[in-house]
């Protein structure tokens, strides 16, 4: 069974005191507020220094391959930003950068001057010196006013004992002070997720895709997965039932021809068509339950998916948690989500165990599959879980791969929706 994280076993649930000081995010948010400060002061100093030289030396055109580089500089710290923002408060932001055309240097120049994210990503850098600095004054102020509550007991035993004078003078008051720092204790870590998320915000907005862009690649991609699915299935039909039901004519066209010379082998014949449209009208079902099961519109999502389970060559635990069905295209990206993921279980994994679960959170539907397998699943253009991003796009949903080497795999995806 897959293990139940510490945030989510707890009293009060994973948005009590006790699941947010138990959450990792809020420790890696904490540690990122921190030093928010210290890069932006090293963003802004780097940037004060190479954008003016490099615009000064352009007049001579040494500056140019400098400016170049100052640009890509700037760009691939705001690529390097985006993946910490991920780890840090769980933000996901995609590179926003248009297609980068074919040509030369000047068309790349071009290409690299004229995206407005370019311009976007400078402006968040610059951004982080003021705002990293309120980040990491208030929470170094208030973690240190933790610590020194929590401590004070301990505090003041030192001082007592080197012959210095303490704050609080009393090992009572010293006492007293514990739970006073367990309350700020959790609400720091309440204000370490708030800033958190508002710095998320303001990181989506400029370092994110405007909404006309995120549309136009939602339906750019929507588009791709559709096509694909378009070819998968001419190639099953021209490669599975069409043979098939080739060979069945080849067979019955024999047949009739010794029907009254051979009444024995015709009789065969006959037989083996008959074999062979069983086999293509197997086929048929099968790539139809491939394009949209019966039992996905007839029963929902948890009947779907406790038939494949039921069909995995291991035992798989299906949990579906939904008070009411959601959309048919949120249903049908789910059950194929699921489907793949079990599928390449089946094929790679090496797994002796694995669980599905689908859940309501917010205004998503979330689908989690997981396997203790080897791990090192990743997602390739053209492969199987990426047709299966690209489907999730359509919705403005979101799939992840987490699979290290050694395991567990998890997949996850979250599709909104509304009811």
């Known amino acids: 069974m897959r293990s139940v994280a510490l945030k989510d076993r707890v009293p009060w649930g994973p948005k009590g005191p006790l699941g947010v000081l138990a959450d990792p995010m809020t420790w890696r948010a904490a540690a990122y507020l921190l030093v928010s400060g210290a890069i932006g002061l090293g963003w802004f100093l780097l940037l004060s220094f190479a954008v003016p030289v490099s615009l000064t030396l352009a007049v001579v055109w040494v500056g140019v391959p400098l400016a170049m580089a100052t640009v890509l500089m700037w760009r691939g710290g705001a690529m390097l930003e985006r993946r910490v923002l991920r780890v840090a408060f769980g933000v996901r932001i995609a590179d926003p950068y248009r297609r980068r055309p074919e040509g030369g240097v000047a068309a790349y120049l071009q290409w690299l001057v004229t995206d ?3 311009w976007k990503d400078l402006g968040y850098l610059l951004m982080l010196l003021p705002l990293g600095a309120v980040e990491t004054v208030v929470s170094f102020g208030l973690w240190v006013s933790t610590a020194v509550l929590l401590l004070a007991p301990t505090i003041l035993a030192a001082s007592v004992a080197e012959g210095q004078t303490y704050a609080v003078e009393d090992h009572v008051g010293a006492w007293l002070c514990v739970p006073a720092g367990l309350v700020l204790l959790v609400l720091t870590a309440y204000l370490a997720r708030a800033m958190g998320w508002l710095h998320g915000t303001l990181a989506t907005v400029l370092l994110g895709a405007p909404e006309e862009e995120r549309l136009r690649v939602s339906r750019a991609r929507g588009v791709d997965a559709a096509e694909a699915e378009r070819r998968r299935i001419e190639r099953d039909l021209h490669d599975g039932a069409q043979q098939r039901l080739l060979s069945v004519a080849v067979d019955l066209g024999r047949a009739q021809a010794k029907f009254d ?31 949209h099961p019966a039992i996905l519109s007839d029963r929902g999502l948890d009947a779907a998916l406790s038939g494949l389970a039921a069909r995995a ?19 049908s990206i789910a059950y194929f989500i699921v489907a793949e993921a079990l599928a390449n279980m089946a094929k790679h994994a090496v797994a002796t165990e694995a ?22 699943a990743l997602v390739t253009p053209g492969g199987g879980l990426a047709g299966l991003a690209d489907r999730a796009a359509t919705i403005d949903g979101v799939l992840v791969v987490h699979s290290p080497v050694g395991g567990p795999t998890i997949v996850r995806a979250e599709l909104p929706c509304e009811w």
């Open 261 to 291: 010379t051979d009444p024995e082998t015709a009789r065969e014949l006959i037989v083996q068509a008959h074999a062979g449209t069983k086999a293509a009208i197997a086929e048929l079902r099968d790539l139809a339950r491939g394009i």
């Open 116 to 118: 407005p994210a370019t």
């Open 313 to 331: 060559p291991i035992r798989v635990d299906v949990t579906v948690e939904l008070t009411e069905r959601p959309p048919a295209a949120v249903e």
């Open 355 to 376: 669980s599905v679960s689908v859940f309501r959170e917010r205004a998503a539907v979330v689908v989690d599959v997981w396997d203790n397998g080897v791990g090192g």
